[in-house]
Nanobody, 111 residues
Framework: QVQLVESGGGLVQSGGSLRLSCAAS????????MAWYRQAPGKHRELVAS???????TYADSVKGRFTISRDNAKNTVYLQMNSLKPEDTAVYYC?????WGQGTQVTVSS
């Protein structure tokens, strides 16, 4: 069983930055892919970024060049560095590993 706890969300102005963290209760080293998703009001949950155990990353087109996903297997933690934030990035951000989800952290970007 794995528990995922996100942190780092908040309110930021357009153009600002935030860093999200996802701490896993158990070892995530054995899990191949860790990912961040987001869900805006009235919209479906969408994949934002993912990272494999060896550090291969993928990004949604909407965040390429602005967001960076990383992982520290020794600390059982996955990060999402978000720069040049836009109002359309406003959503609840969720950490995902296999069938496990965190509770989500709210990111609000004001214009």
């Amino acid at each position: 069983q794995v528990q995922l706890v996100e942190s780092g969300g908040g309110l930021v102005q357009s153009g600002g930055s935030l860093r999200l963290s996802c701490a896993a209760s158990g070892s995530i080293f054995g899990f191949n892919v860790m990912a961040w998703y987001r869900q805006a009001p009235g919209k479906h949950r969408e994949l934002v970024a993912s990272i494999t155990r060896i550090g291969i990353t993928t990004y949604a087109d909407s965040v390429k060049g602005r967001f960076t996903i990383s992982r520290d297997n020794a600390k059982n933690t996955v990060y999402l560095q978000m720069n040049s934030l836009k109002p359309e990035d406003t959503a609840v951000y969720y950490c995902n590993c296999l069938l496990y989800w965190g509770q989500g952290t709210q990111v609000t970007v004001s214009s």
